[in-house]
C-alpha cells in the first residue's frame, strides 16, 4: 500500500507539526495561522484568537467541536456551510457550465498554473463562505494535489479558518481502450461501473473497491463521494439504471453496505475514533427515498421525468437499501455519513396530499428519514433543484424545482429547510438562504431559525472534523502521485473487471476461442448524435475495440472468408429520454416510447392514461439511434456464412435480445470493462463468473406491462438451448453458474406477466 508519513519539515510552504502521540498539523506559512502549545501539545489558532477554544482541540470529540464552532458562527458563514458548490474543472474550462476565469481571462489566454485557484472559486470561498466543492476533472494527480494545497491555504487563514470539503461524482470508471500490465500505473485504478460491481455478486470485493478508491480520494484531496447510488432499479428503461446496483433489494443493500464501508472505514494508525480517520471518506448515499420508478422509464433530471410512480404499491421495498444497507454497516461507522434525496416527486406517496419533489417533501425528508428511521446525518439535495425550471422538458442542465415551481428560490430554500434538509446542492450564492432564514423569524422567531441553523452546521462540521482536516488538509504531492492508480490498485481493478463480465450463452462450446486463431472484427458505425449536454456528436465509422490489443490474442483479417470466427463489440439500444420536440410540435403532448430494442417500437401495449398527468404514449412509435448495431451483427451473420459469430454487448440498461439471440454462437454482457479484459474472457485466459443483476426481458410487450416500482416482475427471455435470462443468471465453461451467490440472491419471479 502506498503511505502517508509526515515528519516535521516545510514542502511546498507548509509547515508541519508532529504531536506526540497526536495528529501531525499542517499549517500554511502563508495563512497567518500560528500554533497553540498546551501541555507539550500542539494545536491549530485558526480563528487568530490566542485562546485554545474547544473546537480548535483535537482531544474533544467531533461532535463537541462542531457544537463549540458552531455557536460561533455567523449567520453568513453558517448560510455558507450549507453550500455545495456548482461543478468545478481542474483548470476551469474555457466555455460551459464548468467554465470560469483567472485575473479575469480564460485559462487559455491566461499565464495561470492549472492548479491556481478561479475567480470564482476564490469569490464564493470568500465572499459566500462556501466550504462544500464538486471536484470535475483533473488534468493530472499532481495538478489535484497542487489545487487542494493552493484552496486549503486560502481558507484557512480567513474567518473561522473552516477546511474545504471537496467532493466527487464515481471518477473510477475504466477507459476500455487502455492496456492492463501488472507493473504499470495510470491516473486513477480502472473498475467497472456500479452495475458491474453488483454483477460480481460480491460485496467482499466491492468493499476492497471502496478501500482503495477512498486512499485515491483521499490522496487527490476528496473527502466525500457522492454515492453509492443504491436506488432500486425496478424499470429497465430507467437512464441511470447503469448508476445502480440493479433491480434487488437484498443485493443492492448488501453491495452498498459493503461500498460505504469500505469508503468510510480507517484502520490501524489511520483511525482517529469510531472508525474514522486519515483513510476515510464521506459517503452520500443516493437517492432517498429512491428514483428508480420513474413512469415510463423516464428520468427526473429532465421536466419529462419529474414523476416516480408506485401502481405495485411497492414504496417500502425501494427503502431497503438505505434501511438495511447504508444505515446499517458493519464497521465502526456505522450509517452513510450523508444522503442526497432524487429530483423525483414520489406521487401519491406523501400522506397529506402533496405531490412536490423528494427534498422538499416534509413526509419524505422529516416524518420517515429523520424521525421513523431517525437519521441525523447530513441532507444534501441534489443539484440544481432550486433553480427556476426554463419549460423545456428535454434539457438537462436546467433548474428542477418539481412541484414547487410557483415559488421563488428563497421560497424553496426555506422549504428545504423546514421539510430537514441541511445542504443545496450546485448553489454557490448565501443570498436565499439569507433570506429563507429571515422567513424563518417571521414565522418562528429568531431563537428558532438560529437554533435551526446550527443544527445543520453541527451535522456539516461533523463530517469534516472526523477526517482530520482541521488539524491537516494538506498533501504531498509525491505521496499523491505514488498513490493514485499505483500498480497494486489497477491490478485489483482489473480483477474486479474480470469478475463482473457476464456470459449469457456459449453455444457449442464456442468459447472460449483459442490464441491465434483467424478472426474477424467488422467496423462499427456510431451515428450523429448529441450528449447529455445537448452537445452534437458526428457521425462516424470506427473499430469498436483497440485492434493492437485485438493482434496479441490472435490474427486479424478484414476479410470474413478467412476467418474462423467474428467479434462484435457494440451496445444496448439507445432511443432517448421518453421525449420528442417533434411529437410536441405536431400538436400531441410529446410523450414517447423509451424502448430497449434496435427496430422501431410502436408502444401497443403502454397505458391508456398516464398515472401522473397527461403523459400517455399509446401506441406511438419510436426509433434508436443505433438500429445499425442490430444491423451489424444480421450482415456479419451472413458474412460469416455459418461460422461462429460472438457478440460483446456493453449494457447500461437490461436488453430484448430476443431480436439477435438466435443469429449468434457466443454472446457476453459486460458494464464498462477494459478490451483486455474482455479479450482475456473471449481467450479463456480468464473464466467468466459475473451474474445478471437484473431481468432480461423477453420482449417490450413485457416491459411496458411491468410495474416501475416492482422488481423481479417481468417474463424473462429463453435462448435457444433453454437457458433464462433471469436474476443472478451466469455462466461459466461448465455451464449455469450456480454457487453460494446464486442460492443466496436467486429469487423467483414475485408476479406473472399481467
Not at 192 to 198: F, Q
Not at 199 to 205: G, L, Q, R, W
Not at 300 to 318: L, M, R, T
Not at 435 to 455: D, I, L, S, T
Request: charged share 25%.
Amino acid at each position: 500500500m502506498c503511505r502517508l508519513t509526515l515528519n516535521n519539515k516545510v514542502i511546498n510552504l507548509i509547515n508541519y507539526i508532529k504531536n506526540p502521540n497526536g495528529p501531525t498539523l499542517g499549517v500554511s506559512t502563508s495563512s497567518g495561522v500560528e500554533i497553540l502549545y498546551e501541555e507539550g501539545l500542539a494545536f491549530k489558532d485558526l480563528n487568530k484568537s490566542g485562546k485554545l477554544e474547544a473546537y480548535k482541540d483535537w482531544r474533544l470529540s467531533p461532535k463537541e467541536r462542531a457544537e463549540d464552532l458552531a455557536s460561533k458562527m455567523s449567520l453568513e458563514q453558517m448560510a455558507g456551510l450549507m453550500l455545495y458548490s456548482s461543478h468545478q474543472s481542474i483548470p476551469a474550462a474555457d466555455r460551459g457550465f464548468r467554465s470560469g476565469t483567472y485575473g479575469g481571462k480564460s485559462f487559455a489566454e491566461s499565464d495561470a498554473k492549472p492548479w491556481e485557484l478561479s475567480d470564482q472559486q476564490i469569490d464564493f470561498l470568500k465572499k459566500d463562505h462556501l466550504r462544500h466543492v464538486l471536484v470535475t476533472s483533473v488534468e493530472t494527480p499532481e495538478i489535484a494535489a497542487k489545487w487542494n494545497n493552493e484552496m486549503q491555504a486560502f481558507v484557512e487563514g480567513v474567518g473561522l479558518g473552516i477546511p474545504v470539503n471537496n467532493s466527487s461524482d464515481p471518477r473510477h470508471s475504466s477507459d476500455s481502450s487502455k492496456e492492463f500490465n501488472e507493473g504499470a500505473g495510470g491516473h486513477i485504478s480502472m473498475w467497472p461501473e456500479p452495475l458491474g460491481l453488483a454483477a460480481t455478486f460480491d460485496p467482499e470485493a466491492v468493499r476492497k473497491f471502496g478501500e482503495i478508491a477512498a486512499r485515491e480520494y483521499r490522496a487527490l484531496g476528496l473527502t466525500t463521494a457522492l454515492s453509492p447510488q443504491v436506488d432500486m432499479a425496478t424499470d429497465p428503461r430507467w437512464f441511470r439504471f447503469n448508476g445502480t446496483f440493479g433491480e434487488d433489494a437484498e443485493l443492492s443493500a448488501d453491495i452498498g453496505r459493503a461500498y460505504i464501508d469500505g469508503f468510510q472505514t480507517s484502520e490501524g494508525d489511520a483511525e482517529i475514533a469510531e472508525g474514522w480517520g486519515y483513510h476515510s471518506v464521506n459517503a452520500m448515499v443516493k437517492h432517498w427515498p429512491g428514483g428508480g420508478s420513474g413512469e415510463g422509464g423516464r428520468d427526473a433530471h429532465y421536466g419529462a421525468g419529474k414523476y416516480a410512480v408506485y401502481p405495485g404499491h411497492n414504496f417500502d421495498e425501494h427503502l431497503i437499501p438505505f434501511t438495511e444497507g447504508a444505515f446499517k454497516l458493519e464497521g465502526k461507522t456505522g450509517k452513510a455519513s450523508a444522503v442526497m434525496p432524487y429530483y423525483t416527486i414520489s406521487y401519491n406517496q406523501d400522506p397529506s396530499g402533496e405531490n412536490v419533489g423528494n427534498s422538499y417533501n416534509k413526509y419524505i425528508i422529516h416524518d420517515l428519514l429523520r424521525t421513523k428511521y431517525n437519521y441525523d446525518g447530513v441532507v444534501c439535495t441534489d443539484w440544481n433543484i432550486t433553480h427556476d425550471f426554463s419549460g423545456q422538458m428535454d434539457v438537462f442542465i436546467d433548474g428542477k424545482p418539481w412541484g414547487v415551481e410557483e415559488l421563488t428560490v428563497a421560497e424553496r430554500h426555506y422549504k428545504l429547510l423546514m421539510a430537514g434538509v441541511d445542504q443545496f446542492g450546485g448553489n454557490n450564492e448565501m443570498e436565499p438562504i439569507l433570506e429563507a432564514y429571515k422567513m424563518g423569524v417571521k414565522e418562528h422567531g429568531e431563537v428558532f431559525m438560529r437554533e435551526r441553523m446550527e443544527q445543520s452546521a453541527v451535522r456539516l462540521l461533523i463530517n469534516i472534523f472526523r477526517l482530520g482536516l482541521f488539524e491537516n488538509p494538506y498533501l504531498e504531492v509525491e505521496e499523491t502521485v505514488a498513490t493514485v492508480g499505483c500498480p497494486e490498485f489497477m491490478e485489483a481493478g482489473y480483477e474486479a473487471q474480470l469478475k463482473s463480465i457476464v456470459l449469457l450463452k456459449n453455444q457449442n462450446d464456442v468459447l472460449p476461442i483459442k490464441p491465434q486463431t483467424t478472426v474477424y472484427v467488422p467496423k462499427r458505425l456510431y451515428p450523429e448524435r448529441k450528449d447529455w449536454f445537448g452537445s452534437p456528436i458526428p457521425e462516424r465509422w470506427d473499430y469498436p475495440v483497440n485492434m493492437d490489443l485485438v493482434k496479441k490474442y490472435y490474427h486479424v483479417t478484414e476479410n470474413p472468408e478467412e476467418a474462423d470466427c467474428a467479434l462484435i463489440f457494440i451496445s444496448g439500444p439507445d432511443s432517448g429520454i421518453g421525449y420528442s420536440h417533434e411529437d410536441a410540435a405536431s400538436g400531441e403532448n410529446g410523450f414517447v416510447p423509451i424502448s430497449l430494442q434496435y427496430r422501431p417500437y410502436q408502444a401497443e401495449f403502454a397505458r391508456e392514461q398516464s398515472l401522473a398527468g397527461d403523459r400517455s404514449y399509446k401506441g406511438k412509435t419510436v426509433r434508436t439511434t443505433n438500429e445499425c448495431d442490430l444491423d451489424l451483427i444480421l450482415d456479419t451473420k451472413e458474412l460469416m456464412k455459418g461460422k461462429p459469430v460472438i457478440v460483446s454487448l456493453l449494457l447500461s440498461n437490461p436488453v430484448v435480445v430476443a431480436e439477435f439471440e438466435s443469429q449468434v454462437e457466443g454472446l457476453l454482457v459486460n458494464f464498462g470493462v477494459q478490451d483486455q479484459a474482455l479479450l482475456d474472457i473471449i481467450s479463456g485466459k480468464a473464466e467468466p463468473a459475473g451474474l445478471l443483476p437484473f431481468q432480461m426481458p423477453a420482449d417490450m410487450r413485457t416491459v411496458e406491462q411491468q410495474f416501475e416500482d416492482v422488481a423481479h416482475d417481468m417474463q424473462c427471455y429463453k435462448d435457444a438451448a433453454g437457458h433464462v435470462y433471469d436474476f443472478a443468471y451466469g455462466m461459466n465453461w461448465d455451464g449455469p453458474i450456480e454457487d453460494e451467490r446464486t442460492q443466496k440472491y436467486k429469487k423467483a419471479k414475485i408476479a406473472e406477466l399481467k
